[in-house]
């Protein structure tokens, strides 16, 4: 089918050339901070110096002729961006060119006053529609949408955040609301203020973005941009054609409408999804220049080894358990440790690994808190499958949980003392409830795990994966 529509597409293009007016569009998402290219199958994948030189060579681009657009969650993950608060990012989306970015879930993970100074600094707006204070007020965060002017054309883009948001980040109470429900109160805002076109971008799923183009199809939005699921997919849903755009600039969207300002219709004649994996990629030198500064920034601190790993750590139970159980080694008075799984965003490489690899697989500022829980409050805290990812002090019993330490069931009555991120703790009522003034454990969660592994060295000889147990818990 998508051999087909290329086929048809010069037809398209020659027959309303005469009298319409192309707007290109260029789209990423969920980039997450990896500006440098990555090994992949004897071949290189991504990078942002080396999508920049790929648009230049096969898109032609150029930044007056192009909108580029980011879904957002553009900074926490490797080290390279996570250990300089997301400015490597900043300059590389810069020099990219991007018109804007959407405010994603992970751009508050450096905290209001970093989040704030990015978007006050970066030479585009992000945008979010859906964000409310805690009082139902519209936040100033962001701005809803912005309309930009591209070869004749007014095009509105309105952002949109997660809808549930205030579960996936500590937003000082900021929320979002309702995808359908905002685009209904702001598309005739933005077609008001003047916008030819609108189109969305959003950092939501593509199944929910999906659902919204088919519930919105009177409001004649020819393109909604997804991200947050870190998936490459499109689907065309009436005449809306809803993408997202990959992960970590491994990939991207090229769009081209059509706009003919005689019926004020807009259609797509052109839509591509490429997966940046080459050769012999080029790189845009300036880019290149700029990555490497920051590379070089890190190393002094960050590539200190900290371990040796012969075959890697995957993302999975040994990666989890791991984590969890350094915890608890290193603070054994503590009777359990937890850990959701959202919060480690990497595999541990095989070869040497690095502080940098650590701070990459554990991103973000968080502390470890030393929670008074009673066996009531733990196991039903237990109960929600997504609070227990790692697990460390306990074992599934066929009936609940053992406590390893004393081999014996979790007594509803006794009070247990349970390790925990600081953002897990922020994002529970019950927690919060159960103890409001936590012990902290530790100020930076990533310490106790740099402390283990400098008390348990590792080498060729006895590898970190040795040392880690695999099973599930």
């Known amino acids: 089918m998508r051999m087909l529509r290329w086929l048809i597409v010069p037809v398209l293009w020659l027959a309303t050339v005469v009298w319409s007016t192309p707007v290109h569009i260029l789209a990423t998402g969920d980039m997450h901070g990896w500006v440098e290219a990555q090994p992949a199958e004897g071949q290189v994948?991504?990078?942002?110096?080396?999508?920049?030189?790929?648009?230049?060579?096969?898109?032609?681009?150029?930044?007056?002729?192009?909108?580029?657009?980011?879904?957002?969650?553009?900074?926490?993950?490797?080290?390279?961006?996570?250990?300089?608060?997301?400015?490597p990012v900043v300059e590389a989306m810069t020099r990219m060119g991007y018109d804007v970015s959407v405010v994603g879930n992970h751009e508050f993970d450096f905290g209001r006053a970093r989040m704030l100074e990015i978007f006050h600094t970066s030479p585009f707006p992000y945008l979010a529609a859906n964000l409310q204070t805690a009082d139902g007020a519209p936040c100033t965060l962001a701005a809803p949408y912005t309309i930009y002017t591209e070869q004749g054309v007014k095009v509105g883009i309105i952002g949109l955040s997660p809808v549930d948001l205030a579960s996936l980040a500590s937003t000082d109470g900021v929320r979002a609301t309702a995808?359908?429900?905002?685009?209904?109160?702001?598309?005739?805002e933005v077609r008001a203020k003047g916008a030819d076109v609108v189109i969305v971008a959003a950092h939501a799923s593509f199944p929910e973005m999906v659902q919204v183009a088919r519930q919105v199809q009177d409001l004649d939005i020819p393109l909604i941009f997804g991200a947050h699921d870190h998936t490459l997919a499109a689907s065309r849903e009436g005449h809306t054609w809803v993408l997202n755009n990959g992960e970590?600039?491994?990939?991207?969207?090229?769009?081209?409408?059509?706009?003919?300002?005689?019926?004020?219709?807009?259609?797509?004649?052109?839509?591509k999804q490429v997966w940046?994996?080459?050769?012999?990629?080029?790189?845009d030198p300036t880019l290149a220049a700029i990555v490497a500064h920051w590379k070089g920034r890190l190393a002094d601190e960050y590539e200190r080894p900290v371990a040796y790993s012969a075959t890697g750590v995957a993302r999975t139970a040994p990666l989890y358990n791991f984590i969890v159980d350094c915890w608890l080694a290193q603070h054994p008075t503590a009777d359990a440790a937890l850990s959701n799984l959202g919060g480690f965003r990497q595999?541990?490489?095989?070869?040497?690994?690095?502080?940098?690899?650590i701070l990459g697989v554990m991103p973000f500022n968080n502390a470890l808190y030393n929670v008074r829980l009673?066996?009531?409050?733990?196991?039903?805290?237990?109960?929600?499958?997504?609070?227990?990812?790692?697990?460390?002090?306990?074992?599934?019993?066929?009936?609940?949980?053992?406590?390893?330490?004393?081999?014996?069931?979790?007594?509803?009555?006794?009070?247990?003392?349970?390790?925990?991120?600081?953002?897990?703790?922020?994002?529970?009522?019950?927690?919060?409830?159960?103890?409001?003034?936590?012990?902290?454990?530790?100020?930076?969660?990533?310490?106790?795990?740099?402390?283990?592994?400098?008390?348990?060295?590792?080498?060729?000889?006895?590898?970190?994966?040795?040392?880690?147990?695999?099973?599930?818990?």
């Open 374 to 473: 009673t066996g009531a409050e733990l196991l039903a805290y237990l109960a929600v499958p997504d609070n227990r990812g790692g697990l460390a002090g306990l074992r599934r019993a066929d009936n609940g949980f053992l406590v390893l330490k004393t081999g014996q069931p979790v007594d509803p009555a006794a009070v247990y003392h349970v390790l925990l991120n600081s953002f897990m703790y922020q994002q529970s009522p019950a927690l919060r409830a159960a103890d409001p003034h936590p012990a902290t454990a530790a100020a930076d969660w990533r310490h106790p795990v740099l402390d283990w592994l400098a008390a348990h060295p590792t080498s060729k000889e006895k590898p970190l994966e040795t040392l880690v147990d695999g099973n599930a818990r």
């Open 45 to 87: 994948l991504g990078g942002a110096a080396e999508m920049l030189a790929y648009w230049q060579r096969v898109e032609h681009y150029t930044p007056k002729q192009f909108l580029v657009i980011s879904c957002g969650d553009n900074f926490t993950g490797p080290a390279i961006s996570t250990a300089f608060q997301g400015q």
């Open 248 to 271: 970590w600039w491994h990939a991207y969207s090229r769009v081209d409408l059509e706009y003919n300002p005689a019926t004020h219709r807009t259609v797509t004649v052109a839509e």
């Open 347 to 357: 595999d541990i490489p095989a070869g040497v690994v690095t502080r940098g690899v």
């Open 276 to 283: 940046l994996q080459q050769q012999a990629p080029k790189a």
């Open 179 to 188: 995808y359908v429900e905002t685009l209904r109160r702001v598309v005739p």
